[in-house]
């Protein structure tokens, strides 16, 4: 059974930076694409940031520059490195993996107090 398990999110102040984890287990194929997404309250869940095998990303407009995200040495493994959180990126993130279909994990909170 694949499993995505997502790590550190918390609580940060406005201006803060805070590193994501996310590694997947169950699985002996590689994702070709992995990404976060985030829901906020009373909103539908959206794309922050995606990278392929290759190394291409893509960003929401909205966190570009700001975020980074990197794919890890280990097999299915991703990052998200997140600087000068606001308020409005409060949400859960989301690991997704991209097989032949989608695999997300459970979420991790991420709280930015202003």
């Known amino acids: 059974q694949v499993q995505l398990v997502e790590s550190g999110g918390g609580l940060v102040q406005t201006g803060g930076s805070l590193r994501l984890s996310c590694a997947a287990s169950?699985?002996?194929?590689?994702?070709?694409?992995m990404g976060w997404y985030r829901q906020a309250p009373g909103k539908q869940r959206e794309l922050v940031a995606v990278i392929t095998s290759s190394g291409r990303t893509n960003y929401a407009d909205s966190v570009k520059g700001r975020f980074t995200i990197s794919r890890g040495n280990a097999k299915n493994t991703v990052y998200l490195q997140m600087n000068s959180l606001k308020p409005e990126d409060t949400a859960i993130y989301y690991c997704l993996g991209k097989g032949g279909v989608d695999y997300w994990g459970k979420g991790t909170l991420v709280t930015v107090s202003s």
């Open positions: 169950g699985t002996i194929f590689s994702f070709n694409t």
